[in-house]
T-cell receptor, first 116, second 116 residues
C-alpha cells in the first residue's frame, strides 16, 4: 500500500527564519519521492525529487529534503524563508509496480505563510 | 524542456453536455499520462493513469464511463467528461511522464470546468 502524510496543513514562519514542512510516506516498493509547489492560480512546479540516489536532495530556490528510510520521512527544509515562498506544497510518492504500472499519491498539502 | 499543455484552460458548459479536455506533451514523448482533479483548497486526487495505446487504469471511485480517457499517441491524452453535472465542476490537471525510471511527472497548467 502507498500513502503520504503531510503532518501540517498550515505552517507560518517569519521572513528570514527556517522552514520545515513534514512528510511521511509508506510504500511497498522502492519509491520515488517529490516535493511540488503550487502558487495561487499557477501550475505545479517541481521543487526536488529523490530517486534512490543521494539521500540529501537539493532543489530549486534553496530548498532541500532528506530521505530517511528508517523514519519513512522526506521533510522539506529551507534555511531562510522568503516572501515569495508563500504557497501550497505537496509531497508526492510514486512507485512502479511489477506490472510496470506507475502508482502516484499526493499528500494533502501544506500551506506555507511567510510573515514579513 | 518538458512542457505540458492543456486545452482549454477554462470551459463552461451546460448540464447534460460533454466536454473534452486535451493534454499534450510538447517536447517529449509521454509514455504515461495522469489525470487529476483538484477541488478548491484541496490536494490533487488522482483519477486515472493511462499508458499510450492501452486502456486507462482508473482509481477507485472514479466512474470510467463518465470520465473517458484516451491516450492515442505519445504526445496526446484526452479526458472527456460525459453528461456533465454541476458536481463535476472542478479543476482538472494532467501530467505526463517520460518514464525512463525517473517517475518524474510534468504538469499541465490545468483546466477549470464549470457546469451550469
Amino acid at each position: 500500500a502507498q500513502s503520504v502524510t503531510q503532518l501540517d496543513s498550515h505552517v507560518s514562519v517569519s521572513e528570514g527564519t527556517p522552514v520545515l514542512l513534514r512528510c511521511n510516506y509508506s510504500s511497498s516498493y522502492s519509491p520515488s519521492l517529490f516535493w511540488y509547489v503550487q502558487h495561487p492560480n499557477k501550475g505545479l512546479q517541481l521543487l526536488l525529487k529523490y530517486t534512490s540516489a543521494a539521500t540529501l536532495v537539493k532543489g530549486i530556490n534553496g530548498f532541500e529534503a532528506e530521505f530517511k528510510k528508517s523514519e519513512t520521512s522526506f521533510h522539506l527544509t529551507k534555511p531562510s524563508a522568503h516572501m515569495s515562498d508563500a504557497a501550497e506544497y505537496f509531497c508526492v510518492v510514486s512507485e512502479t509496480g511489477s506490472g510496470g504500472y506507475q502508482k502516484v499519491t499526493f499528500g494533502t498539502g501544506t500551506k506555507l505563510q511567510v510573515i514579513p | 524542456g518538458a512542457v505540458v499543455s492543456q486545452h482549454p484552460s477554462w470551459v463552461i458548459c451546460k448540464s447534460g453536455t460533454s466536454v473534452k479536455i486535451e493534454c499534450r506533451s510538447l517536447d517529449f514523448q509521454a509514455t504515461t499520462m495522469f489525470w487529476y482533479r483538484q477541488f478548491p483548497k484541496q490536494s490533487l486526487m488522482l483519477m486515472a493513469t493511462s499508458n499510450e495505446g492501452s486502456k486507462a487504469t482508473y482509481e477507485q471511485g472514479v466512474e470510467k464511463d463518465k470520465f473517458l480517457i484516451n491516450h492515442a499517441s505519445l504526445t496526446l491524452s484526452t479526458l472527456t467528461v460525459t453528461s456533465a453535472h454541476p458536481e463535476d465542476s472542478s479543476f482538472y490537471i494532467c501530467s505526463a511522464s517520460a518514464g525512463q525510471g525517473t517517475n518524474e511527472q510534468y504538469f499541465g497548467p490545468g483546466t477549470r470546468l464549470t457546469v451550469t
